[in-house]
């Protein structure tokens, strides 16, 4: 493996917030020049980085944690991650002690990709924010158009595909159907292939 096909270890955050219409996400626009998924929507995420100590877990539920940590040497900076890249790309932070974090989702990018990652998604309610969910000032500029968004007319916007099968998952979860294991799209060797890691 070459070094600009090193799995990098990612995280992103889906944050989730009721409406009128139906429960929302939050999702930005990544740059036309981005050398990774130029364009395109996403949630709000990106690589760990040595910024990213391992953290605590609290956020989690024991099973979450758990199944965190299968496959990864630092799950605590992986949860951390995700926290300060949400707040980095849109300006997004929760009260202290108070998120709760799921962790729903893993993909790794297939080779031949310019960068590739290991990314694990994690989905949270917006109600434990202490900023301002409309309030996106704060937010570097990595994502445009931050905006939240029905999941049926997210389906319509530019995005990755597994950005459209995490959007199912968050359908399911949110319609109180069952999850046996996180689903896991592991493209690490010469074969896709699909786990659930229970």
């Known amino acids: 493996m070459s070094a600009a096909?090193?799995?990098?270890?990612?995280?992103?955050?889906v944050l989730v917030r009721p409406s009128a219409t139906g429960a929302q996400v939050l999702m930005g626009q990544r740059g036309a020049r981005a050398v990774f998924m130029p364009s395109k929507y996403v949630f709000p995420g990106?690589?760990?980085?040595?910024?990213?100590?391992?953290?605590?877990?609290?956020?989690?539920?024991?099973?979450?944690?758990?199944?965190?940590?299968?496959?990864?040497?630092?799950p605590g900076a992986?949860?951390?991650?995700?926290?300060?890249?949400?707040?980095?790309?849109?300006?997004?932070?929760?009260?202290?002690g108070a998120v709760r974090l799921r962790y729903i989702f893993r993909?790794?990018?297939?080779p031949g990709d310019t960068r590739r990652?290991?990314?694990?998604?994690?989905?949270?309610?917006?109600?434990?924010?202490?900023?301002d969910p409309l309030d996106f000032s704060q937010a570097e500029d990595e994502?445009?158009?931050?905006?939240?968004?029905?999941l049926t007319e997210a389906r319509a916007l530019d995005l990755p595909f597994i950005t459209e099968i995490v959007l199912s998952e968050v359908g399911n979860l949110l319609r109180g159907g069952s999850q046996p294991g996180v689903p896991f799209f592991d493209n690490s060797g010469s074969r896709p292939q699909f786990h659930r890691i229970l």
């Open 117 to 131: 990652f290991d990314a694990r998604f994690f989905l949270a309610d917006a109600a434990a924010l202490q900023t």
């Open 5 to 13: 096909e090193q799995i990098r270890d990612a995280a992103a955050l």
């Open 46 to 74: 990106g690589a760990s980085g040595a910024e990213d100590l391992p953290g605590d877990l609290s956020p989690l539920a024991p099973l979450c944690a758990a199944r965190l940590a299968r496959g990864s040497d630092s």
């Open 107 to 110: 993909a790794i990018t297939p």
């Open 143 to 150: 994502l445009s158009h931050l905006h939240w968004i029905g």
């Open 78 to 96: 992986l949860v951390t991650a995700a926290l300060r890249e949400l707040e980095e790309e849109t300006g997004q932070s929760f009260h202290p």
